[in-house]
């Protein structure tokens, strides 16, 4: 059993949620995302979390200005509608006062509304309803056009002289690797958000091969480096 197969249905998840701002990051369901944790807000954000249900809810900043203002201790840019919410799944102090957690995604919430919380760090009321086939695990993934997918990767690891775990690859399921591949994909904020609010795995899939076509276009043979 799965460490966030405890959530079967939307009234297992809490009402309200801590959130965590972060440009560029995207957490998916069942996918994994590892966090060092160093602002004092944040720190305290954790420490909370681990003391009750252990969720904290990714979300990006919107907009270019909000990415900027998220920089900025203290500031409260405005954020997407969109996130994902996650459960702690390791935590581990380093001797220089941060923490390195990992986050194991649950299921996906729009913002209802944000609360005027008193703690240093932001908390939100989270609609789970729209994202409930996110607890369904492989929801979709006969639809995946795998092939063209692994064609794609290929392609744009061959492009730019990198190398990949093909065995590890060939044994992932299609949500492990369609969601492991937009999470570390090198995407700007824009291009993550709409990935993580696609609606069915295969528009992700689809998503994700677009933007590496057009990522592998503008790339002539001449300016292609390795890495």
Not at 35 to 43: A, K, W
Not at 53 to 62: A, E, H, L, S, Y
Request: hydrophobic share 40%.
């Amino acid at each position: 059993m799965g460490l966030t197969d405890q959530y079967r249905s939307t009234g297992d998840l809490p009402g309200v949620i801590p959130v965590f701002p972060l440009a560029g990051a995207i957490l998916l369901p069942r996918g994994q995302l590892p966090l060092n944790i160093f602002e004092p807000r944040y720190l305290k954000m954790v420490d909370d979390a681990m003391r009750g249900d252990r969720i904290i809810g990714m979300v990006q900043p919107d907009g270019e200005a909000a990415i900027l203002a998220s920089q900025m201790p203290g500031e409260k840019p405005p954020l997407c509608a969109v996130g994902c919410a996650g459960r702690i799944t390791s935590w581990a102090e380093t001797g220089d006062g941060r923490l390195v957690i990992t986050l194991t995604g649950i299921m996906r919430f729009r913002i209802r509304s944000e609360l005027a919380a008193l703690t240093p760090y932001r908390q939100v009321n989270a609609d789970w309803d729209e994202f409930a086939g996110d607890l369904v695990p492989g929801e979709g993934q006969a639809e995946v056009s795998r092939e063209r997918l692994l064609e794609i990767l290929k392609e744009y690891l061959d492009t730019h002289g990198l190398q990949a775990d093909w065995r590890a690859i060939r044994l992932s399921s299609n949500e492990t690797l369609v969601n492991s591949l937009c999470t570390i994909s090198p995407y700007g904020p824009r291009e993550k958000q709409a990935l993580l609010e696609a609606k069915t795995l295969e528009d992700r899939n689809q998503m994700l091969i677009a933007l590496t076509e057009k990522a592998l276009r503008e790339i002539s043979p001449g300016d292609a480096t390795v890495q």
